[in-house]
């Protein structure tokens, strides 16, 4: 099925700066998922968010689940080098799951 | 407590072959899934098994099916291998489909 729209494709950033990505459907979503994946390895779980206007913090990361159920951000706040790396969301309804393209993050120190 | 745990890391095989990957989830995690990973389309979802039923399925051909037994643990397997199945395969377990999955390392299957 269609993946997810999810941008920005990449972002450059400097050292304490703040970063702000999203992910956009066309179908409905009970649950967005947002993951953080390094080289070589799969995926981690960052936030999950299960209901339509929740949002949800995890240390200096926030998430929200669009009231439309339709679409989610993710939030860094004051970045770190150790925030590099590719980050997905993930939209489950049912019996469907699907991907954002990913959004891949440098933090310049 | 053990992660997710996918078997071999890295696997070289020839167009036309076959090949099963092993899966083996966080204890107590029922739920198993498959996905794959290119560089071309991203993350996509194979299919999902729960108690050694096959209960979500994405739209890959009928040559990736998989099982699970009944201590959980599942495999993954490929037929008639295509140059277009190299790619990056995760597997993921959780207490139930869609509540936060847990990812394995993958295994990095590369067609020749």
């Known amino acids: 099925g269609q993946q997810l729209n999810q941008s920005p494709q990449s972002m450059f950033i400097q050292e304490g700066e703040d970063v702000s990505m999203n992910c956009t459907s066309s179908?409905?979503?009970?649950?967005w998922l947002w993951y953080k994946q390094d080289p070589g390895e799969g995926p981690v779980l960052l936030i999950a968010l299960y209901k339509a206007g929740e949002l949800t913090s995890n240390g200096r990361l926030t998430a929200q689940f669009g009231i439309t159920r339709k679409d989610s951000f993710l939030n860094i706040s004051a970045s770190i080098p150790s925030d590099v790396g590719i980050y997905f969301c993930a939209g489950h309804e049912n019996n469907d799951m699907r991907f954002g393209a990913g959004t891949r993050l440098t933090v310049k120190p | 407590k053990a992660g997710v745990t996918q078997t071999p890391r890295y696997l070289i095989k020839t167009r036309g072959q076959q090949v099963t990957l092993s899966c083996s989830p966080i204890s107590g995690h029922r739920s198993v899934s498959w996905y794959q990973q290119t560089p071309g389309q991203g993350l996509q979802f194979l299919f999902e098994y729960f108690s050694e039923t096959q209960r979500n399925k994405g739209n890959f051909p009928g040559r990736f099916s998989g099982r699970q037994f009944s201590n959980s643990r599942s495999e993954m397997n490929v037929s008639t291998l295509e140059l277009g199945d190299s790619a990056l395969y995760l597997c993921?377990?959780?207490?139930?489909f869609g509540y936060g999955y847990t990812f394995g390392s993958g295994t990095r299957l590369t067609v020749v």
């Open positions: 993921a377990s959780s207490l139930a």
């Open positions: 179908s409905i979503f009970n649950t």
